[in-house]
């Protein structure tokens, strides 16, 4: 593999004017893309072969008016005043009056006439009906449904609103995550490097690959259901690992440029060293987020496509684009600057770590952590298992009024709800009634008497009916993430033969919380399959890269160390509510895509790490052949750039732990936490110290191993004995921007 990303990067530096404007045609064209097309994320959320989802498929063909999404309307009155009176019955009334004349809504419930009116007559639960699924509602229509209730709050009634789709429920992410993280990211690399182009460089190859990966999933998005938390996580990836592709590959050639070669001779080395660990670390990250189709969840599926591509772009530019600047920019990226405090300091400490690095401070971790293997492997595993007890008590839901932020509108109409009426009217059931079959005109009354007799359920109501069909309400005393409200669900399918006996009707359980009660189920069902693939995919492309097994296995458990651990924290974080309030956290269920996601991305970025730091271990043992030796010097030649990559990722990852998102914020979190965790205790620490305790054991492979399993030469020592022995092609001319 080295050979022929060598020659990329000869190709890459002789015609650099034309990768850059290839590079540049490709952005405007996406942006083109997007811009033509008029895409936009849409939220709409299917669970294919589920319950809940063949209930929407029948309402879909016999009740159309009631297969959309609903939105829950809460009034309340101030003080003393109630909605009974006169003025706010006649400002309540007047606003149902105008829900029912938009275009996209089919019923509206009046909370007079459903006798949904708190015993204090403070809070009335009014409901619309929308006629399209939640994410077919049009801005317009919501911004409607905002205005129409405008009169109403002047008048002093506080009016909320929750459910499927509301009024500012896919709100905007802020721009201001983006700008901490770049601005995070820009002070380590001048830290790192020492040199202002150096640090510029990773940052402006990210942003166009971020930008064309981008405009890229917009265009998608006007004809594929793309959701909004897909382009969140398709930014935060790509940015992140845009910034770590360039700075691994840049380190490398900054390393030779100080070390004395030209520019002409360090680009094509660089890309065909450091380039190898990108291609196999971005390979792994997009085959995992592909694999996120396991689960059989298309909106889930489309967030791992729609990252995988935001990866696949970031690791083309850091092998294309950056060598292509690096070109123009010869040996201005190492023209250090001089802090007024310690000048020259950050040319010493390049010098030192390219001609002396047994005197960084990266060669002294080294030392400690093999000299004292034993303690730090004992102490480093106590460590990340007790961060990762609390996956123990996981609890897995999709976000509700509950998770969202208190100032939000859903928020405030849940705790009214929750208040003066009960959990449970929250998040009713729908139970979808075939009467088709029906032996008698009382079915459907025989059939809600026997709901009304199962534990846990507060009312059952009618909610309306169409073509042989009844839609029954059913709500539970217990809020939608309790995990009694999903005993109910599941009892109610489990009970259907008796409750539905001489009946003649039938029933499917749907709405919004048994969707995401099967959402849920089926996530975790999916979760062992999905590990054991990404642990035998781990095993194989590990196994193939240093050509042994033992390497591969402690990378293996080191990654489902460091995946629990930050699930732990999670779990401690946002569901028990452990220094929630430090990071605005709303204390909730865990997001039940969550871990699934933490797999494949924590386990690509742990690949990342893990082929970095063990290549230049490698390389070292390759050429000493002493373990203890080759540890402390592939950690001192790896701990600077590992440490700089893990903190860029660190940043950007923490810069979006400050949106108020449900889905964004905890993802956000968990992922910083991995890759903190990954980097530093896993790769740093753990993994050299249990290569120093296996020594030179720790390479062997069996005679027929070599047979059948291909060197890649991922290190590059194939491809640099080759240059040393003139055997390689030659390097392009020298580049004129070199001196």
Known sequence: ???????????????????????????????????????????????????????????????????????????????????????????????????????QVAAVIDPFQSQAVSPDQRVALGSVQFSVAAGEVTEQTLDDVDRIAGPARDAGIEVEFAGAVYPGFTAELPETPEIIGIVAAFIVLLITFGAVVAAGLPIITALI???????????????????????????????????????????????????????????????????????????????????????????????????????????????????????FAGRTVAR???????????????????????????????????????????????????????????HLGLPSGESQPES??????????????????????????????????????????????????????????????????????TGPDDTATADLVNRLRDDRAEIENGTGASYLVGGTTAANIDTSDRLAGALPVFLAVVVGLALVLLTIAFRTVLVPLSSIVGFILSVFAALGTQVAVFQWGWGASLFGATKTQTLSFLPIIILAIIFGLSSDYQIFVVSRIKEEHTRTGDAITSVQNGVAHSARVVTAAALIMFAVFVAFTTVDNPIVKPLAFTLAVGVLLDAFVVRLTLVPAVMALIGNRMWYHPGWFARYVPDLDIEGAELERRIAQGTEAEVPQAITTES
């Open 209 to 327: 690959g971020v930008g064309i990966g981008l405009t890229g999933i917009l265009g998608v998005a006007a004809s594929v259901d793309v959701p909004s938390a897909a382009t969140s996580l398709a930014l935060m990836l790509g940015l992140s690992c845009g910034i770590d592709y360039a700075l691994f590959i840049l380190s490398r050639h900054r390393h030779n440029i100080v070390l004395g070669m030209s520019a002409a001779e360090s680009i094509p080395l660089a890309v065909g060293t450091a380039g190898s660990s990108v291609v196999f670390a971005a390979v792994t990250v997009i085959i995992a987020l592909c694999g996120l189709a396991v689960a059989g969840i298309p909106f889930l599926t489309v967030m791992g496509l729609t990252a995988a591509g935001a990866v696949l772009v970031a690791m083309l530019v850091a092998l294309t684009l950056l060598p292509a600047l690096l070109g």
């Open 336 to 394: 250090f600057i001089s802090p007024p405090l310690h000048p020259g300091r950050a040319e010493e400490v390049a010098r030192i770590a390219a001609y002396e690095p047994e005197r960084t401070a990266g060669h002294a971790w080294g030392r400690f952590v093999t000299r004292f293997r034993i303690p730090v492997l004992v102490l480093g595993i106590a460590v990340l298992a007790v961060l990762a007890v609390p996956v123990t008590g996981i």
């Open 1 to 103: 593999m080295s050979r022929y990303l060598f020659a990329l990067g000869q190709f890459v530096v002789r015609r650099r004017w034309w990768v850059l404007a290839v590079w540049v045609v490709l952005l405007a064209g996406a942006i083109g893309f997007a811009v033509g097309t008029g895409g936009k994320t849409s939220d709409n959320f299917t669970v294919p072969g589920t319950e809940s989802q063949d209930a929407v498929s029948l309402l879909q063909q016999r009740m159309p008016a009631f297969s959309g999404a609903q939105m829950q309307v809460v009034f309340a009155t101030p003080g003393m005043a109630k909605v009974t009176d006169a003025q706010p019955n006649a400002q309540i009334e007047q606003v149902l009056a105008e829900f029912k004349g938009l275009s």
């Open 408 to 477: 939000s509108t859903a928020h405030k109409a849940y705790d009214l709800v929750s208040k003066e009426f009960g959990p449970g009217f929250n998040g009713p059931l729908l139970v979808v009634t075939d009467l088709t079959d029906a032996t008698s005109p009382d079915a459907a009354q025989t059939l809600m008497g026997r709901l009304r007799q199962e534990p846990n359920v507060a009312v059952v109501q009618p909610a309306g009916t169409a073509d042989g069909l009844v839609l029954i309400q059913v709500v539970p005393k």
